[in-house]
């Protein structure tokens, strides 16, 4: 049974929206590779961060040297002009991963706030698979129970047993992209001194080392093993982001109300660490176009008289399309409550 | 023989265990709220976070520091948001008889630093593959009592402060917290190199380092006395087993303690190891940090009412962070500016307010903390000790510094015949049989006496030195 037709009657808008985020407090996206840091020489024993050396390209080798891991930002490679380029950027499953999350703490009994994570592949063998598929069927014929509408935006592959063969699993209608401007010669902060050298590695973000140091909680010394260090985007710098809904609901509206008030409040935070205050980030610049078919739900709520975006465009004639504020936004979003 | 009192103190762990319940038991403690409080640090005595320390050799194996700039990001001396949680975590985990975190699982034996390896905390396989490599004396108990070892059994029950700030235990076993702490940055202006030194030994630390040893009974109690072989014959080796507790130190004009440190008449170091002071910028007495946020996620409000309680410990409890907290730096308090609440009315807010500034005056009165239903989770030795360790008072002449290295200090060697005059008849025979001689805390304490009767020895046994220190009666009085 498969309870999700989310395009039973075609596509018939799309919802797109674009924000300019800015980094209120440092974001940490982890690529799970390692750079390669020295703080001072072997032969100091006190002092710290002087004559600071960082290595990425050689970063391998230089660690298996005694240098010391800097747990790296995440980082993507592309061919620009037929070469090969390296820079850091902000995942969008990352963003989107943190947008799927807070929506599924806020519209789901936190009993149920589980009940759609799909097993590891080892652990399947040990499950009462038919068990959990009743659980989930239960879960969404509960009228009180929100997951549809999540799983319906988000998507989700519930198929945890490949012989069933109408398997829980939903397209999902949201695509979201993230972007840096491609700016090189940005900054590596570190407080200490640097001993002379050329910073190697992507560099088209603010970035810095942090360096942790967890203190024992019995003895107040330095926990053995403890000292780490990473990599962050530092707080000030910029990205975009830019989704799209195919056929946008009220409880989509409901739902990007929920994200970016609570995204400019602080509560909604992206990346790791945010126990320690980071991934706080502020949408500077937020603009939506909203295209829809004459025959949609919405459009006989909207104004008439505001500019077709469509004109000129592939959707000429079949759709047209709106720039809306955010306020407009939701201002259609209470017309339809 | 007249000595100041011990930098630092214990809150000894209690007999009870923590308070364990799954994250719905947590939780059904229902009023769930989410939010953000604003606050500032104020720092009552200077406050240092190290970022750059410049050191420079001065000899073949001589390194000295020249000045220890504070911690900055970008420029801006900020303290971490680590530091902050660190310190709340820490006192809550004293305060509310909760697991010990963060723990050093062994201490390897190793030559110069750990005559005898140790392990706090381990499992059985742990215990067995250390056992293979010699470096650990497994016939030690494990230090750390093992009801405050962090660990999630099949039960999936946690301490309050797992609960509140997290945890991550191994590989697949983390519990996310539901306290998030930002950097408080501090104005550049409020910062001064200029004013306050820290002191330290020429190529040695204090004590020989603040980590914990089993080869004395001042970071742990008594457990037996051994005959070591060594190149002079048998001598007697005090073995510690048992950690005394949680570490916290005391309050202290810090001018007065550096002072103290550096006239070598008063403070005695050995000549290749003189006393130095070098300085260090720190965020000056008076003087604030910008506003920072601690938020919480979906706590229920009798739990909140802990964490504010912990933020505000009354007036005379009160927080130290930083580098050289032994030496008087770091005291602080928190400074409450503005709150928020999600999703809640602006009657619900004021309310809330309300609440926020009687837990902050509440002073630990069990009538005005009763509505809030915190006592059921505090445990009311650890509050005393904790009373007693942080209390602040600026105009206390007391002086608290570490043993010295030699005579009156944790160095001097016991010789096998001056333990031999102490021992009775059979406990002698024990030790020259066995070559070691458990003891119970009883029998160590009046050991480690005459001992220090005899002037060997002195800083052996933590209470013991603690108990003969100058001002220690002023501590025993400081009562909630």
């Keep these: 049974m498969n309870p999700n037709k989310p395009f039973i009657n075609g596509i018939q808008g799309t919802l797109c929206g674009t924000w300019d985020v800015k980094l209120m407090t440092p974001l940490i996206i982890r690529h799970g590779s390692k750079a390669a840091w020295q703080t001072q020489p072997a032969s100091d024993k006190k002092g710290r961060n002087q004559a600071l050396r960082f290595s990425w390209f050689d970063a391998q080798r230089k660690i298996e040297n005694d240098w010391s891991e800097v747990t790296d930002f995440n980082y993507h490679f592309s061919v620009i002009e037929d070469q090969l380029a390296v820079h850091y950027d902000v995942s969008a499953s990352s963003i989107r991963g943190a947008l799927r999350q807070w929506s599924i703490k806020n519209m789901i009994e936190q009993k149920d706030w589980n009940t759609f994570d799909v097993p590891k592949k080892d652990d399947l063998t040990q499950i009462n698979i038919p068990k ?19 799983l319906s935006l988000f998507g989700c592959a519930y198929d945890l047993d490949p012989k069933i063969s109408d398997p829980l699993a939903w397209l999902g209608r949201l695509q979201l992209n993230t972007s840096i401007p491609i700016k090189e010669n940005k900054t590596l902060d570190v407080q200490g001194s640097w001993a002379s ?30 000292l780490h260090q990473f990599m962050e985007m530092s707080e000030g710098e910029k990205f975009k982001v830019e989704f799209h809904i195919l056929n946008p609901s009220k409880v989509d509206l409901e739902m990007l109300e929920l994200w970016v008030n609570d995204i400019n409040a602080g509560y909604l935070r992206f990346g790791a660490l945010a126990s320690q205050g980071r991934g706080r980030v502020e949408i500077q610049n937020h603009d939506y176009k909203l295209f829809i078919s004459p025959s949609s739900p919405l459009a006989h709520f909207l104004d008439q008289e505001k500019t077709d975006l469509s004109t000129g465009s592939l959707f000429e004639g079949i759709w047209r399309g709106y720039q809306l504020s955010f306020n407009e936004l939701m201002d259609l979003y209470s017309t339809l409550k | 023989m007249s000595h100041n009192l011990n930098p630092f103190d214990f809150v000894y762990f209690s007999e009870t265990k923590p308070i364990l ?71 809550l985990e004293a305060l ?17 630093k750990h005559t005898t390896g140790f392990r706090a905390t381990g499992t059985a ?13 497994t016939n030690l108990p494990l230090s750390l009592p093992e009801r405050f070892t962090p660990k999630i059994d099949d039960s999936g029950k946690m301490d309050l402060c797992s609960f509140l700030f997290g945890h991550v235990l191994e590989e697949g076993n983390a519990n996310r917290g539901r306290i998030i702490i930002e950097d408080a940055f ?45 190149k002079f ?23 007065n303690c550096v002072n103290f440190y550096k006239d070598p008449r008063k403070w005695q170091t050995r000549s290749d190891h003189p006393v130095y002071a070098f300085p260090a910028e720190t965020l000056l007495p008076e003087n604030e940090t910008e506003m920072f946020r601690l938020q919480f996620e979906n706590v229920p409000r009798i739990l909140l009412n802990i964490i504010l309680l912990a933020l505000f410990p009354g007036d005379k409890i009160k927080h130290k962070m930083g580098y050289g907290k032994a030496y008087g730096f770091g005291s602080f308090e928190f400074k409450y500016v503005s709150n928020d609440l999600r999703r809640k009315t602006s009657d619900e807010k004021i309310a809330f307010e309300n609440d926020v500034k009687a ?23 650890n509050l005393g000790a904790l009373y007693r360790i942080l209390y602040f008072d600026p105009s206390s002449q007391l002086m608290f510094t570490y043993p010295p290295f030699g005579n009156g200090g944790f160095l001097t060697s016991v010789r096998k015949g001056e333990v031999n005059e102490i021992l009775q008849e059979n406990e002698n025979n024990l030790l020259y049989r066995n070559k070691r001689l458990p003891v119970t805390l009883k029998r160590a304490k009046e050991i480690a006496e005459e001992l220090y009767k005899m002037k060997k020895r002195p800083a052996l046994h933590f209470e013991v030195y603690k108990n003969q220190s100058i001002g220690y009666n002023k501590i025993i009085e400081r009562k909630l």
């Excluded at chain 1, 050298?197 to 019995?218: A, E, F």
């Excluded at chain 2, 709220?33 to 200077?46: H, V, W």
């Excluded at chain 2, 396989?125 to 004396?137: V, W």
Aim: net charge positive; aromatic share 12%; with cysteine.
């Design chain 2, 21 to 91: 319940k799954t994250r719905e038991e947590w939780l059904s403690y229902n009023s769930l709220l989410t939010g953000y409080l604003e606050l500032k640090i104020k720092a009552l005595y200077p406050i240092h976070i190290v970022g750059e320390q410049k050191a420079q050799q001065v000899g073949r194996n001589d390194f000295k520091i020249n000045q220890s700039l504070f911690n900055r990001r970008l420029d801006k001396p900020n303290i971490p948001s680590s530091t902050i949680r660190g310190v709340l975590r820490s006192f």
């Design chain 1, 197 to 226: 050298q050329t910073i190697d590695g992507p560099n088209n973000i603010n970035r810095h080392v942090t360096v942790r140091n967890p203190l024992d909680r019995v003895s107040a010394a330095a926990k053995e093993g403890g």
């Design chain 2, 233 to 255: 014959g048998d001598s007697p080796q005090f073995v510690g087993s048992g950690f005394w507790g949680r570490k916290f130190y005391y309050h202290q004009n810090p001018i």
């Design chain 1, 132 to 150: 959990y598929i009743e659980k989930a069927i239960a879960t969404l014929e509960d009228q009180r129970n929100r997951w549809s509408d999540i």
């Design chain 2, 186 to 230: 501090i104005n550049p202006n409020f910062l001064d190199i200029n004013s306050f030194y820290l002191p330290d030994i020429k190529d040695s630390a204090f004590m020989g380092g603040p980590k914990p040893s089993a080869s004395s009974w001042w970071y742990q109690k008594p457990f037996e006395i051994r005959l070591r072989r060594t």
């Design chain 2, 96 to 112: 509310c008889n909760c697991w010990a975190s963060q723990l050093t699982p062994l201490y390897k034996k190793e030559f110069k």
């Design chain 2, 125 to 137: 396989d742990e215990i067995r593959k250390s056992r293979e490599t010699r470096e650990i004396d």
């Design chain 2, 359 to 381: 837990l902050m005056n509440s002073n630990w009165d069990k009538a005005k903390l009763d509505k809030f239903g915190v006592f059921n989770f505090i445990d009311q030795a």
